[in-house]
Structures are given as structure tokens and as C-alpha cells.
């Protein structure tokens, strides 16, 4: 079973940065991908993006794309979503979550990455 300790996120206004973490433990293998969908109140989920553990190939969706980065450390234990240029339509609840990529590829599925299991979680507000 994996675990996920999640750290981060905040209150920012309009135009600022976050960065929010993520350490997955329990991942057996680079054959996962970590990464974060979104859920507003009232809203679908939305996924955000996530990076290949094996091959540092990352997809984002496109309402994200040349404003969040995802990374991860070089043990590859833990995974880290930079949020530039935050917008109010950005507010949600972010969850980290990981999957086998051989199961489901980056780009593919409704939320875009394969998200197999998720933590509980973090708040990100964006003021306008």
C-alpha cells in the first residue's frame, strides 16, 4: 500500500508562486508516475500533471502548462508541483497520487496520468 506525505500549499495572491511536495513511499519500482489532480467545490477533478519516475517524462494539462513544473529529487522518493503565475481559477484541493505507467501512459485516460492511488490532499487558495 502506498503512502503519501504531502506538504505545502497555501493562501498566495494572484500572480504568486507555490510549491507543494509530495513523498510517495511504498513505489516498487521507476515503472510509476507521481502526480497531482485537482478538485474544486462543486467542480470535476482535473488532472494537473505528473512526471515519469522512469524516465523523467512529464505531461501537464494545457490550463497549466508553462506555469507549473513538476520535478522530483534524485533519489526520486519525492516529487515536488511548482505553481508560477497562481490564478484564482487554480484554487482547489491538490492530490498527490501515483501509478504504473505500464498500466496507464502519461497523456492517456481522463485525468492524464495514472493515478492508482492518492494522499489526502492539500489546499491552494489563490486571492484575487
Known amino acids: 500500500e502506498v503512502q503519501y506525505v504531502e506538504s505545502g500549499g497555501g493562501l498566495v495572491q494572484t500572480g504568486g508562486s507555490l510549491r507543494v511536495s509530495c513523498a510517495p513511499s511504498?513505489?516498487?519500482?521507476?515503472?510509476?508516475?507521481i502526480g497531482w489532480f485537482r478538485q474544486a467545490p462543486g467542480k470535476e477533478r482535473e488532472g494537473v500533471g505528473c512526471i515519469s519516475l522512469n524516465d523523467g517524462n512529464t505531461y501537464y494539462t494545457d490550463s497549466v502548462k508553462g506555469r507549473f513544473t513538476i520535478s522530483t529529487n534524485n533519489a526520486k522518493n519525492t516529487a515536488y508541483l511548482q505553481m508560477n503565475n497562481l490564478k484564482p481559477e487554480d484554487t482547489a484541493v491538490y492530490y498527490c497520487?501515483?501509478?504504473?505507467?505500464?498500466?496507464?501512459?502519461?497523456?492517456?485516460?481522463?485525468?492524464?496520468?495514472?493515478?492508482?492511488?492518492w494522499g489526502q490532499g492539500t489546499q491552494v487558495t489563490v486571492s484575487s
Open positions: 497520487g501515483a501509478g504504473r505507467t505500464s498500466i496507464l501512459p502519461l497523456g492517456v485516460g481522463a485525468l492524464g496520468c495514472p493515478f492508482g492511488s
Open positions: 511504498g513505489l516498487t519500482s521507476d515503472d510509476y508516475a
